[in-house]
C-alpha cells in the first residue's frame, strides 16, 4: 500500500501571508504512460465532508480561487495558498489514487 | 445540482452489522464510480473500497475484506455499504463519494455525501 506523510501537522499563517502544505508519497504516483500524476487535494472545515481543490496534482478543480495551486511529482507534492484568507482555515489531506487509495494524515491551517 | 445524500446516523452494538445507503441525483448514477472512505474521531480519512455502479463491480480495501459489502440498486441510483462485525474502533463518519471522470472507476473524488455518523457502543 502507498503511505501518504503530510507536513506540517499544522501551520499558523498571517491572513495575505503565503501556505504551503507538503505531501510525499511512499511510492511514485506518476503513472508514465499518460504522463500523469495520480494525487489530489481536499479541504475539509468542521462537520463538512472533504472538498476537492486539486486534482492530477495541478488541475484547480471548477469554482475553486486561484491562490490554490498544486505542484510536484513522482513522490513530492505541495499545496500552496498563495494569500490566505480567513475561510481558508481548515484541514488540508492528499491523496493517491494511483493504486486503490489513501490520504496523508491533513495539515490544519490557522491564522496566526 | 448533483448531490449525494446518505441516510441517518446509526447506534450499533459490538458484533451487530451496519447498512449505509448512498442516492444519487441530477446525473447517471451508472455512469460513475462510488467510493466510501470513513473518517474515525480526529483521525484521517480511510478509504474501504469502491463500486463500478454500472456493472456492479466492486474492490475493497485489505484493511476490511471480509466485513464490508458495497452493492448498488441502480434502479434507485442508491449505493449502499454494509459493514459486519462492528467493533468499538468502528466508530466513525461514513462517506460515499463519486469519482470525478465519467467510466473510471479510480480519481479524485468531486462529489461527497454529507457523511452517516455510526456509533459502536455496548
Known amino acids: 500500500d502507498i503511505v501518504m506523510t503530510q507536513s506540517p501537522d499544522s501551520l499558523a499563517v498571517s491572513l495575505g501571508e503565503r501556505a504551503t502544505i507538503n505531501c510525499k508519497s511512499s511510492?511514485?504516483?506518476?503513472?508514465?504512460?499518460?504522463?500523469?500524476?495520480?494525487l489530489a487535494w481536499y479541504q475539509q472545515k468542521p462537520g463538512q465532508p472533504p472538498k476537492l481543490l486539486i486534482y492530477?496534482?495541478?488541475t484547480r478543480e471548477s469554482g475553486v480561487p486561484d491562490r490554490f495551486s498544486g505542484s510536484g511529482s513522482g513522490t513530492d507534492f505541495t499545496l500552496t495558498i498563495s494569500s490566505l484568507q480567513a475561510e481558508d482555515v481548515a484541514v488540508y489531506y492528499c491523496?493517491?489514487?494511483?493504486?486503490?487509495?489513501?490520504f496523508g494524515g491533513g495539515t490544519k491551517v490557522e491564522i496566526k | 445540482q448533483v448531490q449525494l445524500v446518505q441516510s441517518g446516523a446509526e447506534v450499533k452494538k459490538p458484533g451487530a452489522s451496519v447498512k449505509v445507503s448512498c442516492k444519487a441525483s441530477?446525473?447517471?448514477?451508472?455512469?460513475?464510480?462510488i467510493h466510501w472512505v470513513r473518517q474515525a474521531p480526529g483521525q484521517r480519512l480511510e478509504w474501504m473500497g469502491w463500486?463500478?455502479?454500472?456493472?456492479?463491480?466492486?474492490k475493497y480495501s485489505q484493511k476490511f475484506q471480509g466485513r464490508v459489502t458495497i452493492t448498488r440498486d441502480t434502479s434507485a441510483s442508491t449505493a449502499y455499504m454494509e459493514l459486519s462485525s462492528l467493533r468499538s474502533e468502528d466508530t466513525a463518519v461514513y462517506y460515499c463519494?463519486?469519482?470525478?471522470?465519467?467510466?473510471?472507476?479510480?480519481?479524485?473524488?468531486?462529489?461527497w455525501g454529507q457523511g452517516t455518523m455510526v456509533t459502536v457502543s455496548s
Open positions: 441530477r446525473y447517471t448514477f451508472t455512469s460513475y464510480a
Open positions: 492530477w496534482a495541478s
Open positions: 463500486i463500478n455502479a454500472g456493472n456492479g463491480n466492486t
Open positions: 511510492q511514485s504516483v506518476l503513472y508514465s504512460s499518460n504522463n500523469k500524476n495520480y
Open positions: 463519494a463519486r469519482v470525478r471522470e465519467w467510466e473510471l472507476t479510480s480519481g479524485a473524488f468531486d462529489i
Open positions: 491523496q493517491q489514487y494511483y493504486s486503490t487509495h489513501s
